[in-house]
């Protein structure tokens, strides 16, 4: 099964910049989609940007401008590059995969851990 493993996160003052990334196995890249997710207390999960098979992306408006979705395949890497952070940032960010479909996904799973990511 789809196993994704986040790192990168950290502690950084409004303005700043971090970049996650995310290990990705035991799947097959050509036949899913991937997505960066994000969690502040008291809030439901929302997705913050995903990349089909094709590798078209989307970003939430939240993060537009500011937050860039990207992969490495050779090395099964899910990178989010997060610059100009604000407090309102502040959450676990997850990658997750979904089947394809078309042109778009299916529900996405196989959560990782997390990475904490908290901006002062």
């Known amino acids: 099964h789809v196993q994704l493993v986040e790192s990168g996160g950290g502690s950084v003052e409004a303005g700043g910049s971090l970049r996650l990334s995310c290990a990705a196995s035991?799947?097959?890249?050509?036949?899913?989609?991937l997505g960066w997710f994000r969690q502040a207390p008291g809030k439901e999960r929302e997705e913050v940007a995903r990349?089909?098979?094709?590798?078209?992306?989307r970003h939430a408006d939240s993060v537009k401008g500011r937050f860039t979705i990207s992969e490495d395949n050779a090395n099964n890497t899910l990178y989010l590059q997060m610059n100009s952070l604000k407090p309102e940032d502040s959450a676990m960010y997850y990658c997750?995969?979904?089947?394809?479909?078309?042109?778009?996904?299916?529900?996405?799973?196989?959560w990782g851990q997390g990475t904490q990511v908290t901006v002062s």
């Open positions: 990349i089909s098979r094709t590798g078209s992306t």
């Open positions: 997750a995969a979904a089947r394809g479909i078309g042109g778009g996904c299916l529900a996405f799973g196989g």
């Open positions: 035991g799947y097959s890249r050509s036949t899913y989609c």
